[in-house]
C-alpha cells in the first residue's frame, strides 16, 4: 500500500458546530456542509496543504457507513499535529483555538526532544497538538 492519503475525517456530534469552530474560528477554507439532500450524507471539506482535504461528518453518520457500531468519545485514539515554523506561531495559534473555544489541555511549553507546544480539544474533545519541531518545519 502507498502512503497515498488524500482526506482525513474526524467524526463529531454537532456537524454544524465544528464547522463554525473550523471555519470561522480556526480559518480553515470551506464551501460549507454538502450533501444534506441524502440520509447519512451531511459533511463538510476543508481544503488542506497539497490537495489533502479534512472533513467533518456527524458520528451517527461514520458508525452507518461503515456499519460498526457508535461508541463513545476517546481523545487519545487519534490526534492531529500542526506544524509551525516558531514558538510565537505555537502560542499565536494556541490563542485561536481557544478563543474560538476550543478546550485547553496543555499549554504551550518547551518540550524534551527540543521543540515547543501545546495541547487543545475541539468542541468534540478531539486532541489538536501545536507545534513548532525544528526538525519537521513546513515549507510555507
Given amino acids: 500500500m502507498k502512503a497515498r492519503i488524500s482526506v482525513v475525517t474526524l467524526g463529531v456530534d454537532n456537524l454544524e458546530a465544528s464547522l463554525e469552530f473550523y471555519r470561522n474560528g480556526l480559518g480553515f477554507p470551506s ?38 457500531a457508535q461508541t463513545g468519545r476517546s481523545p487519545t485514539e487519534f490526534t492531529i499535529g500542526h506544524n509551525v515554523t516558531s514558538k510565537a506561531e505555537v502560542d499565536a495559534v494556541m490563542a485561536q483555538a481557544l478563543s474560538a473555544g476550543a478546550r485547553p489541555v496543555k499549554p504551550a511549553q518547551d518540550t524534551f526532544w527540543g521543540g515547543y507546544a501545546g495541547y487543545f480539544q475541539d468542541p468534540d474533545g478531539h486532541l489538536w497538538e501545536v507545534v513548532f519541531n525544528p526538525a519537521f518545519l513546513p515549507e510555507d
Fill in 31 to 68: 464551501e460549507g456542509i454538502i450533501g444534506k439532500e441524502f440520509e447519512h450524507g451531511a459533511v463538510a471539506f476543508f481544503d488542506l496543504q497539497n490537495g489533502l482535504k479534512f472533513a467533518i461528518f456527524e458520528r451517527s453518520n461514520v458508525a452507518h457507513d461503515a456499519g460498526v
